[in-house]
């Protein structure tokens, strides 16, 4: 009998309309009140992970949810966290400076903040997206995963942007980036040679 089903969320449970399927429901939930447990897997923070624990009656059934691409871990049943690793500005200066260094927008994440760098290449594009959307002047300058303009305050309440590493407080949980596909793959190799002993990194799925 199989005990536990572990799953991804972007391009895995949830489909090209960010959605999870009926189907998919209707087979997730069967095997939950059959005895097994869901295991959500992510890079998104526990917080944005429940709607979907939700979804699939995990508050009825339990389970659990890996947050942040493994820092964390949720039971839902306990509703008990446990962050099993943060990162000081000592850590990561030098891996922050060196993806400024690359032109890439790059995302200091920590619990209730995330600190933004954007490069001036970006700017131009952002600024057209924000007029053809018509947003706000208090909306969000952030890149997504799938877009360079992309409302972070559903995960973050707090949204600061630097230009120096020094203005980045507290505890860090990740550092993500965002950028064309092509500039990330670049950034991507760079990295794993650069830092290949100091830190381990992930791409997110393709949309």
Request: proline share 2%; net charge neutral.
């Amino acid at each position: 009998m199989i005990k536990y089903i572990v799953m991804d969320i972007d391009g895995t449970l949830l489909n090209s309309k960010n959605e999870i399927s009926e189907k998919t429901k209707e087979i997730l939930i069967s095997f939950q009140k059959n005895g097994g447990k869901l295991i959500l897997a992510s890079g998104r923070s526990y917080q944005r992970l429940l709607p979907i624990a939700s979804q699939l009656c995990m508050n009825r059934y339990g389970g659990f949810l890996i947050e942040l691409d493994g820092i964390g871990f949720y039971n839902i049943e306990t509703e008990k966290r446990e962050i099993l690793k943060e990162m000081n500005l000592l850590e990561v200066q030098s891996l922050i400076q060196y993806l400024m260094s690359l032109d890439c927008e790059v995302q200091v994440c920590e619990e209730n903040a995330i600190y933004a760098y954007i490069p001036e290449r970006l700017i131009p594009i952002k600024e057209k997206i924000r007029k053809e959307r018509n947003l706000d002047k208090d909306f969000p300058w952030t890149s997504g995963p799938w877009d360079f303009i992309f409302d972070m305050r559903k995960a973050y309440s707090s949204i600061y942007y630097f230009e120096d590493c020094s203005e980045i407080k507290g505890k860090i949980r990740k550092i993500q980036i965002m950028d064309y596909e092509t500039h990330i793959e670049e950034v991507f190799q760079s990295l794993n040679k650069t830092f290949k002993n100091q830190f381990e990194f992930f791409r997110t799925s393709y949309r």
